[in-house]
């Protein structure tokens, strides 16, 4: 690998790792490739707060340490890009266990919650050639539909004037936390924090279709005893 920003000047195979990781959204970008997006538009989509600049330098970055490579209009992990997998994914599993507290308002974004959600639908539960699913926010006035078409899930900001096959409605943060893992599903529709709305053979689907964060089973397995009984 070709290292060509400034590094900590220490011969130490950490430190090395760090002057290709350590810089500012480095592993988030990062996690994004391994969670299946590819393309430049899509990564600055699911990144709100970085600059599109700023994302063109990091990828050019980990192009040239070896980590990705740039096919056509997709950057794709290279053998040495894969293997951080179980490094990136461990220190989710980290943050979970010791970082993962209720979420802060800042950090509640609706539209980037939907972008999320539609990369984990699960389209092999649904019938027919579309689906739209309406996003239904309780305390954000802006509306959201994930329109699947032909299998592939897209999300919409504005109405696309298809009839709506499922409503889902919830408060921002109460999604999130499902959707996270700090909250079972189950407990968020007793509670009437999420509700489904549409014909009762797709919504008993939703559970299934509306798969979670990669993250979730994490979050879920290592909530304090204490967070698991207020959920449950």
Same mark, same amino acid.
């Given at each position: ?7 900590? !000047? ?6 090395? @790792?760090?002057?290709?990781? /350590?810089?500012?959204? +480095? #592993? =988030?970008?990062? %996690?994004?490739?391994?969670? !299946? ?6 990564? @600055?989509?699911?990144?709100? /707060?970085?600059?599109? +600049? #700023? =994302?063109?330098? %990091? ?174």
């Amino acid at each position: 690998m070709t290292i060509t920003t400034a590094g900590y !000047g220490q011969y130490c195979p950490i430190s090395r @790792a760090l002057d290709v990781l /350590g810089e500012r959204w +480095s #592993l =988030l970008i990062l %996690r994004d490739l391994f969670l !299946g997006t590819t393309r430049f538009n899509d990564l @600055a989509r699911g990144l709100p /707060g970085l600059s599109r +600049s #700023l =994302l063109a330098k %990091r990828l050019r970055q980990f192009e040239r340490a070896g980590l990705i490579d740039k096919i056509g209009a997709d950057h794709l992990l290279t053998e040495a890009g894969s293997q951080l997998e179980p490094i990136l994914f461990g220190l989710g599993e980290w943050g979970a266990r010791w970082t993962f507290g209720a979420p802060q308002e800042e950090e509640l974004d609706a539209a980037l919650l939907v972008w999320w959600m539609h990369t984990r639908v699960d389209t092999s539960m649904l019938p027919g050639r579309r689906q739209v699913l309406h996003v239904r926010f309780t305390d954000d006035v802006r509306r959201f539909w994930i329109v699947i078409e032909s299998a592939v899930p897209s999300v919409c900001e504005t109405d696309p004037g298809y009839p709506v096959d499922v409503t889902i409605s919830a408060d921002v943060a109460g999604l999130y936390e499902v959707w996270l893992g700090r909250m079972p599903l189950t407990h968020a529709q007793r509670t009437g924090r999420i509700t489904f709305t549409g014909p009762a053979a797709l919504t008993r689907r939703m559970p299934a279709v509306l798969r979670l964060s990669p993250v979730a089973g994490y979050v879920a397995t290592t909530a304090h005893p204490e967070q698991r009984t207020r959920a449950s």
